[in-house]
């Protein structure tokens, strides 16, 4: 079946630092998602991405945040200054249609800022 | 913030019996439910959605119950097997009313335990 896949499964970097998340939606999806999980609390909704453009994002995606579609099979997220309370379980996730159609999601990058 | 709650952090059944797991929301209006599973270190799993014009969806061993008027879900696995063992998230999003499906409001999670 296919899957959604992200890289690196864990991520260390200091505070300050640049770090961009990499997901590799499944390939005839159309729909694009990053959520994120606080250790010990509930996955977060982050952003939605569709027809090389955001379609919604929510408080939390503030300007240190990006999302990039930089070719046919690659979807990032960019966190231009990391924070200490920016260290969480990333998710990627992707959708064949909008609507309904049940989102797929990756196994997640673990960032620790340190 | 609490628009959807999962009272119960765990859950422990004995395989071949029925697992119930709940989910409340305070939002009415969310027009869309599903339901997730995950595994350590894995991604969270679809498992069964259900629309808010219907109050009960059926796919094999999982039955998805909604309540409007209690703003309750749950979910019923029969029967249970010791592969269930996992969170399971509720989530809800307002499909009709100008989000889309992927904003996905979720609740904390039920950590199900499926004893042999």
């Known amino acids: 079946e296919p899957e959604v896949t992200q890289t690196p499964s864990h991520q260390v970097t200091q505070m300050g630092q640049e770090v961009i998340l990499r997901c590799v939606p499944i390939s005839n999806h159309l729909y694009f998602y990053w959520y994120r999980q606080i250790l010990g609390q509930k996955v977060e909704f982050l952003v939605s991405?569709?027809?090389?453009?955001?379609?919604?994002k929510s408080e939390i995606f503030d300007d240190q945040f990006s999302v990039e579609r930089p070719d046919g099979s690659n979807f990032t997220l960019k966190i231009r200054s990391t924070k200490l309370e920016d260290s969480a379980m990333y998710f990627c996730?992707?959708?064949?249609?909008?609507?309904?159609?049940?989102?797929?999601f990756g196994n997640g990058t673990r960032l620790t800022v340190t | 913030d609490q628009q959807v709650k999962q009272n119960s952090p765990s859950l422990s059944v004995q395989e071949g019996r029925i697992s119930i797991l709940n989910c409340d929301y305070t939002?009415?209006?969310?027009?869309?439910f599903l339901w997730y599973k995950k595994y350590p270190a894995e991604g969270p799993t679809f498992l069964i959605s259900?629309?808010?014009?219907?109050d009960k969806n059926e796919d094999g061993r999982f039955t998805v119950f909604l309540n409007k008027s209690a703003k309750h879900l749950s979910l019923h696995i029969v029967p249970s097997q010791p592969g269930d063992s996992a969170v399971y998230f509720c989530a809800a999003s307002f499909l009709n009313y100008g989000g889309s499906q992927g904003n996905l409001i979720f609740g904390k999670g039920t950590k199900l335990s499926v004893k042999p």
């Open positions: 996730a992707s959708s064949a249609t909008g609507g309904s159609s049940p989102l797929h």
């Open positions: 939002n009415s209006m969310f027009d869309y």
């Open positions: 991405f569709y027809n090389n453009e955001i379609s919604e």
């Open positions: 259900i629309s808010s014009i219907k």
